[in-house]
């Protein structure tokens, strides 16, 4: 079951906890609370204005076999969504917020790159360093260069060989690493400059990696000196033939084979389908979406319902071939109204079933086109 809901003007949750020591099933009581079969009476779910109702689906995927791929109509993979009723309700008072958060998300790219600079305490507690990060962010944002002491120079440089070495260490799987005292110096960083010390990072441990292989293919060649010692310490190859060796019962290569014709296993080299084993007449891959009904309303801030759109029996078929592409959406119904009634609406006419019928392909196959559109509409009544 799928849900969003959006509630303006109501009062921040207060949590016995904090956000990241709820367990899953008191996620699940804060916020599934009136979205699956639940009443959704609890302080949770008090005045909840939906933007998406909840609705339910059905998602399925079939994937053919090697020996099912004869009938060039059975697509080799296909997935189908299937949804029963949609419906989408908008308030005003949801329309300005999401308005205000859009703008909170175009003005993300300026404060981001004077994120870091920002100090952790309130402005009472050290108004200096409040004045010191409105110079500085007032001079990044200029794109103007600002003084380091050489204490501050040193610093950083020291910061980062720290945090080269915990990364490089956080790469190697190392369990002594410390990863809080790597998200302390991250907050004080620039995302630019994280970046740029990660990739040092990974390049000290490429630079392990490469001398420990050129080690062990040193250590693995035979030495001049014909006894079971050598001149790096290490233990003669004579010596390591010495060491038991358990047998393990295998399975033969036939046997595995059985084994996955009968499971309809396909290998990793079978699953990217080559182009040279795929007819071009043969569909790849095919994604079904259906809609049963759908609706959806625009409400002022008297609750006065403005416009209402709705549609029934929407669904969009694509179906990828090897060098082809076609889609069909289909749409038994549509419609719009006001309070004052019907504004638009379909009708169905005799050889026509349905309002809309429209087929785009890309590259049609035996065709010398690059692409093809078709679309039949049927008669609609507007009353203004």
């Known amino acids: 079951m799928l849900a969003i809901y959006h509630d303006s003007d109501s009062n921040p949750w207060k949590l016995p906890k904090k956000w990241e020591d709820l367990n899953p099933g008191e996620w699940s009581e804060v916020f599934q609370d009136g979205i699956d079969d639940r009443p959704g009476n609890s302080i949770w779910a008090m005045n909840r204005r939906y933007l998406v109702s909840p609705i339910n689906g059905t998602l399925k995927y079939n994937r053919l076999g090697q020996q099912e791929r004869g009938d060039l109509n059975n697509p080799l993979e296909k997935a189908s969504l299937v949804l029963s009723d949609v419906s989408l309700t908008v308030t005003e008072a949801q329309y300005y917020d999401c308005i205000k958060l859009l703008e909170t998300f175009s003005r993300f790219r300026t404060r981001v790159d004077v994120?870091?600079?920002?100090?952790?305490?309130?402005?009472?507690?050290?108004?200096?360093?409040?004045?010191?990060?409105?110079?500085?962010?007032?001079?990044?944002?200029?794109?103007?260069?600002?003084?380091?002491?050489w204490e501050r120079t040193r610093y950083l440089c020291q910061l980062r060989r720290r945090y080269v070495q915990l990364y490089a260490t956080l790469l190697q799987q190392a369990p002594s690493?410390?990863?809080?005292?790597?998200?302390?110096?991250?907050?004080?960083?620039?995302?630019?400059?994280?970046?740029?010390?990660?990739?040092?990072?990974?390049a000290k441990?490429?630079?392990?990696?490469?001398?420990?292989?050129?080690?062990?293919?040193?250590?693995?060649?035979?030495?001049?000196?014909?006894?079971?010692?050598?001149?790096?310490?290490?233990?003669?190859?004579?010596?390591?033939?010495?060491?038991?060796?358990?047998?393990?019962?295998?399975?033969?290569?036939?046997?595995?084979?059985?084994?996955?014709?009968?499971?309809?296993?396909?290998?990793?080299?079978?699953?990217?389908?080559?182009?040279?084993?795929?007819?071009?007449?043969?569909?790849?891959?095919?994604?079904?979406?259906?809609?049963?009904?759908?609706?959806a309303r625009i409400i002022n801030i008297g609750?006065?319902?403005?416009?209402?759109?709705?549609?029934?029996?929407?669904?969009v078929v694509t179906s990828l071939y090897l060098k082809s592409t076609r889609c069909d959406v289909t749409l038994r119904y549509c419609g719009l109204s006001s309070p004052e009634g019907s504004l638009a609406e379909s009708v169905v006419c005799e050889g026509k079933t349905n309002a809309l019928d429209v087929s785009f392909v890309r590259a049609p196959i035996g065709m010398d086109l690059d692409w093809q559109f078709v679309a039949k509409i049927s008669p609609c009544y507007v009353t203004v």
């Open 177 to 202: 690493v410390d990863i809080y005292e790597i998200r302390q110096i991250e907050k004080i960083l620039d995302s630019k400059v994280i970046i740029l010390w990660r990739l040092l990072g990974h």
């Open 115 to 149: 994120s870091h600079l920002r100090p952790i305490m309130p402005v009472k507690e050290d108004c200096r360093a409040w004045w010191r990060y409105a110079v500085l962010a007032g001079l990044r944002q200029k794109k103007l260069c600002y003084w380091f002491s």
């Open 205 to 295: 441990v490429e630079t392990v990696k490469s001398k420990e292989t050129l080690h062990k293919k040193g250590s693995s060649k035979r030495r001049w000196w014909p006894f079971g010692w050598n001149s790096a310490g290490l233990p003669s190859e004579e010596g390591g033939g010495l060491e038991p060796q358990l047998d393990e019962e295998q399975l033969t290569k036939e046997e595995w084979q059985a084994i996955n014709k009968l499971l309809s296993y396909q290998l990793d080299d079978e699953l990217s389908f080559p182009v040279e084993k795929v007819s071009p007449n043969t569909i790849r891959f095919l994604v079904d979406v259906s809609i049963g009904q759908a609706a």
């Open 303 to 315: 609750h006065t319902e403005v416009m209402c759109g709705r549609f029934e029996q929407l669904q």
